[in-house]
Nanobody, 114 residues
Framework: VQLQASGGGLVQPGGSLRLSCAAS????????MGWYRQAPGKQREMVAT???????NYADFVKGRFTISRDNAKNTVSLQMNSLKPEDTAVYYC?????????WGQGTLVTVSS
């Protein structure tokens, strides 16, 4: 499984970014996908997940600001991040899950700073 994340960068507080993750797997449409993040000195935490059926789950700290979506035709999962805050600064990782299998992308850095 290869997961290629992109879209990170430097943005000012209140700004927006869109992360994308391309998955090279044939069973993407029946897999659960998610975005996690890890800030310096902190543990990795769940940001948002989306099931194969399209059900979504968000961490409380991003509810109303971030939106996860998937495109099964393109094997991609995206994370639209609005109203970004300095505390959203972290490396964001794409995650794939299917049955008892699990895989991580390489991460993309998001820096929110003025």
């Amino acid at each position: 499984v290869q997961l290629q994340a992109s879209g990170g960068g430097l943005v000012q507080p209140g700004g927006s970014l869109r992360l994308s993750c391309a998955a090279s797997i044939s069973i993407f449409s029946i897999s659960d996908m998610g975005w996690y993040r890890q800030a310096p000195g902190k543990q990795r935490e769940m940001v948002a997940t989306i099931t194969s059926g399209g059900s979504t789950n968000y961490a409380d700290f991003v509810k109303g600001r971030f939106t996860i979506s998937r495109d099964n035709a393109k094997n991609t999962v995206s994370l639209q991040m609005n109203s970004l805050k300095p505390e959203d600064t972290a490396v964001y990782y794409c995650n794939w899950k299917w049955l008892n299998r699990n895989s991580w992308g390489q991460g993309t850095l998001v820096t929110v700073s003025s």
